[in-house]
């Protein structure tokens, strides 16, 4: 199995472990976060690996690149799965998906509404959203939550970018004073996905159930 694992990496990537780091940071969910310890410790993945620092590089460039697009397409994208048959229902759960994390963030019962707070606390909120090295608080949704509660698009670029920097470095920190950390760290964030998603996906079905019985 795991001599399978390696060749699937090995053919895709080339062993190019810069390659990879910058391919796989753009993921989203993974990120910068999944994208650092698995350049650290790729030699179980490819035939080498990266140093923390250069992990932290070239996942940075990757997980940044995708910023300006996100926030230029987020809305135009949106409207139109929105009005497809196949994507509509998906489009619309990832937007209340979205309200719901704005909301959380402004403070606002009202999800439905731009919000409020002043400019400059919705920078920090997102800044703070995006600089916790968590699953779910990334970049990919950092940027869709400062777009929706208004936040031009400079401040998007500027504010999610420096969020993830304070996000990779904290990472890198901690690989740095915590060296055995490295053949593991990968795998606690990939179980950190699972749990997180399996919240998600609970909470969902639970705040779903509730909602139909109300209307019955």
Request: one cysteine or more; hydrophobic letters at 55%.
């Amino acid at each position: 199995m795991t001599e399978l694992i390696h060749n699937v990496f090995a053919s895709i990537f080339g062993n190019n472990v810069a390659l990879a780091t910058i391919l796989i940071s753009m993921i989203p969910i993974i990120e910068i976060r999944g994208a650092i310890p698995f350049a650290t410790n790729s030699g179980f993945w490819l035939n080498n690996s990266l140093s923390n620092w250069a992990a932290f590089g070239w996942g940075l460039l990757g997980s940044s690149a995708i910023v300006p697009i996100i926030a230029l397409l987020f809305f135009p994208v949106m409207k139109w799965l929105k009005r497809t048959r196949l994507f509509g229902k998906l489009a619309n759960g990832i937007e209340n998906r979205i309200k719901g994390k704005a909301a959380n963030i402004e403070g606002s019962e009202e999800k439905s509404k731009r919000f409020s707070k002043p400019y400059w606390k919705k920078i920090l909120a997102v800044l703070i959203f995006v600089a916790v090295p968590l699953p779910l608080t990334g970049v990919w949704t950092g940027t869709c939550i400062a777009v929706f509660i208004g936040l031009d698009y400079i401040s998007t670029c500027i504010t999610v970018i420096l969020g993830n920097v304070i996000a990779g470095f904290l990472i890198t920190l901690i690989l740095e004073l915590f060296p055995w950390l490295n053949d593991w760290l990968f795998y606690i964030f990939i179980v950190l996905i699972i749990i997180v998603v399996a919240y998600e996906l609970i909470r969902h079905f639970i705040n779903k159930k509730k909602n139909t019985e109300q209307k019955q």
